[in-house]
């Protein structure tokens, strides 16, 4: 069943079993406002096995790209298009959150993003990576890196 994420009332729905359930949903609804605020989009999510096609995508892409598999249960995602740039979103049981931005242009930008949702550790598999610190409102500290994506998807 899907689910309209509100971030006017902040809900933990479908993130329930996430030891860090608040700070995910925090951002998760910092995300859905982004989407209203700047392309008037609805953010909506669905569990990951009613969205098994948007979830391999995104663990195809880590898999080809970085050789990537990401340990923690996927647990919602949501796949849409705004202007000419194709998103995915994968939020995971341990806090994470990975999008993939995939402008259609050829040419275009394309980058895998990852947030970690306050509270959590850094995920063994994104030891790697170096992660800026974002303050909001919804999420507390938000922790972010990405890659850019070189081969078509």
């Not at 359930?21 to 925090?26: H, W």
């Not at 050829?106 to 850094?122: P, Q």
């Amino acid at each position: 069943m899907s689910y309209v994420v509100d971030f006017d009332t902040v809900s933990t729905v479908g993130l329930e079993s996430s030891p860090v359930a608040e700070a995910l949903a925090g951002l998760r609804a910092n995300e859905a406002r982004y989407f209203r605020n700047k392309y008037s989009h609805v953010f909506t999510v669905e569990p990951a096995a009613d969205a098994a096609e948007t979830v391999d995508w995104v663990h195809r892409i880590l898999a080809e790209e970085r050789g990537l598999v990401i340990a923690s249960k996927p647990l919602e995602a949501t796949a849409f298009q705004v202007e000419n740039i194709r998103m995915a979103y994968v939020f995971y049981e341990s806090g994470l959150s990975i999008n993939v931005m995939y402008t259609v242009d050829e040419g275009g930008k394309r980058a895998v993003g990852f947030k970690l949702s306050d509270g959590m550790e850094v995920p063994e598999e994104l030891g790697a990576f170096k992660f800026a610190r974002q303050k909001s409102k919804l999420a507390g500290t938000i922790r972010g890196t990405y890659f850019v994506i070189k081969n078509p998807y």
